[in-house]
T-cell receptor, first 111, second 113 residues
């Protein structure tokens, strides 16, 4: 069983809508959470990270962590066609940088 | 330009023919890692290296070897490739082992017939 679970999608939304992405994790020792964005035929790139419960905002992106329910979310406001990509959540399993990734959710924003 | 490079980008080979996928970073990063990405399974770590001459297994190391003789290079070796190693492979690097932001290469698509 994967330690980080994510709905693979695809998730299709119209331009301007709010995109809501979710992951669940099973290991309560996870302290640090990241969202990577992966465009087609490219390597993943770090989008956001958060260390503790609560919200973190960066422009149109908001990352949310609920440690009590082991649930992490990413919200994209005013979505654009350029946001069409696969979004992967991740958490390091220990301090050595060994990351556990979710399977990724494909997002399609239609003009 | 700061980057992680991989070669080759695409490779089709046959079962049992040894191959090496190279990975190089020009950012003086200590930490490097290899992942494979398969549909529905996401990214899974194969091996990682915390510094020169220090490597360790990830979640799916079977059938793979690595070496880290220089800081910038971290090649992935498949001694006897099999069809179940057909996958998209990514190399990644990070400034230190405690810095969780990893910079990924462009990927190598490997097909083993």
């Amino acid at each position: 069983q994967k330690e980080v679970e994510q709905d693979p999608g695809p998730l299709s939304v119209p331009e301007g809508a709010i995109v809501s992405l979710n992951c669940t994790y099973s290991n309560s020792a996870f302290q640090y959470f990241m969202w990577y964005r992966q465009y087609s035929r490219k390597g993943p790139e770090l989008l956001m990270y958060t260390y503790s419960s609560g919200n973190k905002e960066d422009g149109r992106f908001t990352a949310q962590v609920d440690k009590s329910s082991k649930y992490i979310s990413l919200f994209i406001r005013d979505s654009q066609p350029s946001d069409s990509a696969t979004y992967l959540c991740a958490s390091p399993t220990d301090s050595w940088g060994k990351l556990q990734f979710g399977a990724g959710t494909q997002v399609v924003v239609t003009p | 330009e700061a980057q992680v490079t991989q070669n080759p980008r695409y490779l089709i080979t046959v079962t049992g023919k040894k191959l090496t996928v190279t990975c190089s970073q020009n950012m003086n990063h200590e930490y490097m890692s290899w992942y494979r990405q398969d549909p529905g399974l996401g990214l899974r770590q194969i091996y990682y290296s915390m510094n020169v001459e220090v490597t360790d297994k990830g979640d799916v190391p079977e059938g793979y070897k690595v070496s880290r003789k220089e800081k910038r290079n971290f090649p992935l070796i498949l001694e006897s490739p099999s069809p179940n190693q057909t996958s998209l492979y990514f190399c990644a690097s990070s400034p230190t082992t405690s810095n969780h932001e990893q910079f990924f290469g462009p990927g190598t698509r490997l097909t083993v017939l």
